[in-house]
């Protein structure tokens, strides 16, 4: 059974960077959409990025256009979400999350495979 695995959150500061990692283990993740979904403490989970199969084609939420960049190698089965100029409110849990289609579905409900998440912390 396919399982994901996210890395390479952790605390940093207003302005910082970070880029998160999604892997896959009993599986590859070259062939469905992936995207990445947070959620903060008293706050409902929601979608900040998609990627289709191949790449060509990304959706972002809006509060995140022009500072995040999801990418992914097939080759390496990995998907990749560069987030840059990262603000206290980006501060969650974040998941991926691989979709049962080829293009970024409209809902959550859509993506069959989570991983645990990983935490991003924003602060100074």
């Known amino acids: 059974q396919l399982q994901l695995v996210e890395s390479g959150g952790g605390l940093v500061q207003p302005g910082g960077s970070l880029r998160l990692s999604c892997s896959a283990s009993g599986g590859t993740l070259d062939y469905f959409a992936v995207g990445w979904f947070r959620q903060a403490p008293g706050k409902e989970r929601e979608g900040v990025s998609c990627i289709s199969r191949s790449g060509s084609s990304t959706k972002y939420a809006d509060s995140v256009k022009g500072r995040f960049t999801i990418s992914r190698d097939n080759a390496k089965s990995t998907v990749y979400l560069q987030m840059n100029g990262l603000q206290v409110d980006d501060t969650a849990i974040y998941y991926c999350?691989?979709?049962?289609?080829?293009?970024?579905?409209?809902?959550?409900?859509?993506?069959?495979?989570w991983g645990q998440g990983t935490q991003v912390t924003v602060s100074s």
């Open positions: 999350a691989e979709a049962r289609t080829w293009v970024c579905p409209p809902a959550s409900a859509d993506f069959a495979s």
